[in-house]
């Protein structure tokens, strides 16, 4: 679950490039795609090449090891710029990069934080310049009707006080909606022939995968399914299908009556945790679930120890994924299903939504005319430019990368991001949209058919209705807050307390955490945000 505004503000634990490693729509027109230069380079204009470079300091995850690489000597090719790195490990980024900030080595363009706060940090510290969204648009043009025709409210998510700061970014698969497969096998054995609609059949797959011998080994040890409850994202993601029958994205700001709640406190998870529970004394989750994290989880479906998996998006699945590319390599076949349906009758699931956290161009940037409009032609080029686009994430066709059904699949030794950004300075580096605004570019056909049969418009998609919210309560107490979801989720589904006496309670704690404030302060800023 995408929710950043349960981190502390701390700068030095909120300065992160935000990665996200799937792609979006909204593809543009591919003609001249991949038309660069063996060389990496691009045939400045005349009147560009006349002119003095304009420099650019850069920071970003995956860094080129030197400063000709091909993806750096394209764009300053391209647009009569020079780039001055400013390169991070990896492992240590968020600390390097504080100390630089600190000591006033200011980028120039800063991509998304990963979390909303660090953003409101820098605003407040005078980093980040005041960027009128009509000037975004005079010189964004492409990426401003990007931005319109997705979601208009994307522009409220970088305002404070009144004035924008950011470059609204996207998730490209912010749509799409966590999807539930079944061991096919199983499935046959225990006479089904697709998988369940509603919770009730679900409940009969998960009891028969427990105690009808679905793998035939003569033992009761298969589970229904599982969670990855050890990992700090998957806890947040536990058990989606049956949170989702009752309407609820547990982890999210949701809209109810006209009023903002947050999720976990609904009567709808009460009644989720409640039917979880009565499944954990029937045997059929994994009790091993509390510990599991992303490895353990995957593997235990591929392997036959239990049959359903709920916590995964179509491009996992998908035979190029890491779990439809784990089953088909262990022999396993899996069948996609949909969010079953619950009392309400209607099938829902949680979703990310297209939220990011904003791009930031520094204030000192931003005085210099030509730099802050060379900035803005760079990232709407990034963003929209086919050849511009492939250059910097893909590299150089047949080099770098092989283009199958019209998209650009990396050759094997630029699969890692590590060592494509060092060798090559391609991937998230330079390319801040990577994977988020040309989806015909970065999926072959094959991919996006896989996506178009399976993710599908009539589920209703639980976003988080207050994404990347400033929310001084929140993040004041998010530690406490957080640690106490988590501990009573797992206490709730093994039976340690009552979902009937002791929600009430749990709610009351959690309001008097900060949650009732914080809820306070959502109002309020969900209003801002929607003003007609």
């Not at 090449?49 to 690489?69: H, R």
Request: include cysteine; proline fraction near 5%; charged fraction near 25%.
């Amino acid at each position: 679950m995408k929710i950043r505004n349960a981190i502390p503000a701390a700068l030095s634990a909120a300065l992160a490039a935000t990665l996200v490693l799937s792609a979006c729509s909204n593809g543009n027109n591919k003609e001249n795609a991949g038309s660069a230069s063996p060389s990496g380079s691009a045939a400045p204009s005349a009147a560009a090449a006349a002119e003095k470079p304009i420099e650019l300091k850069w920071v970003g995850w995956y860094p080129p090891e030197s400063d000709d690489t091909y993806a750096q000597k394209f764009l300053e090719n391209k647009f009569n710029v020079k780039f001055n790195n400013i390169k991070l490990d990896y492992t240590t980024a968020v600390q390097q990069l504080n100390v630089k900030l600190s000591s006033g080595e200011i980028p120039d363009v800063i991509p998304g934080y990963s979390d909303i706060n660090g953003y409101a940090e820098m605003v407040k510290q005078g980093i980040a310049a005041e960027l009128p969204i009509e000037e975004i648009r005079q010189y964004m043009p492409r990426y401003a009707k990007y931005i319109d025709e997705l979601d208009p409210k994307l522009w409220s998510i970088g305002m404070i006080d009144g004035k924008n700061y950011g470059i609204p970014r996207t998730y490209g698969e912010g749509d799409a909606y966590f999807l539930p497969s079944y061991n096919t096998d199983w499935l046959n054995k225990i006479g089904y022939s697709e998988p369940p609609k509603t919770l009730a059949e679900l409940e009969d797959v998960l009891t028969k995968f427990r105690n009808d011998d679905p793998d035939g080994n003569g033992k009761k040890d298969t589970y229904g399914f599982s969670a990855r409850g050890k990992d700090t994202l998957g806890s947040n993601q536990i058990f989606n299908s049956v949170f989702g029958a009752y309407g609820v994205n547990p982890n999210a700001w949701m809209l109810v009556d006209g009023k903002l709640q947050f999720g976990i406190t609904l009567e709808g998870a009460r009644q989720a945790l409640k039917t979880l529970n009565a499944w954990y004394k029937a045997e059929l989750l994994d009790p091993e679930f509390i510990t599991d994290d992303f490895d353990q989880y995957r593997g235990k479906f591929i392997n036959g120890k239990v049959g359903m998996l709920d916590q995964a998006l179509w491009y996992h699945l998908d035979p190029s994924g890491n779990i439809g590319g784990d089953a088909a390599k262990a022999g396993m076949k899996f069948t996609v299903g949909q969010p079953v349906t619950g009392p309400s009758g209607k099938r829902a699931a949680g979703a990310q939504g297209y939220s990011v956290v904003p791009i930031i161009m520094s204030a000192e940037a931003h005085k210099d005319e030509k730099k802050r409009i060379k900035i803005y032609e760079l990232l709407d080029s990034l963003a929209f430019d086919p050849e511009t686009y492939l250059a910097a994430v893909y590299g150089e066709k047949g080099v770098h990368y092989d283009e199958v059904d019209g998209a650009a699949v990396p050759k094997p030794e630029f699969t890692d991001q590590q060592k494509a950004g060092a060798v090559a300075g391609i991937g998230y580096f330079y390319g801040l949209f990577k994977a988020n605004t040309m989806r015909e570019l970065d999926r072959p056909k094959s991919q996006l058919e896989f996506r178009a049969s399976v993710v599908k418009p009539d589920v209703t998609r639980l976003y988080n209705v207050l994404p990347n919210a400033i929310l001084p309560s929140w993040i004041a107490n998010a530690d406490a807050i957080t640690k106490m979801i988590k501990e009573y989720e797992i206490k709730f589904i093994t039976g340690q307390v009552d979902t009937d006496k002791g929600f009430d309670d749990f709610v009351a704690k959690l309001n008097g955490l900060g949650l009732a404030k914080a809820r306070d302060e959502a109002e309020q800023l969900y209003a801002e945000r929607n003003k007609a």
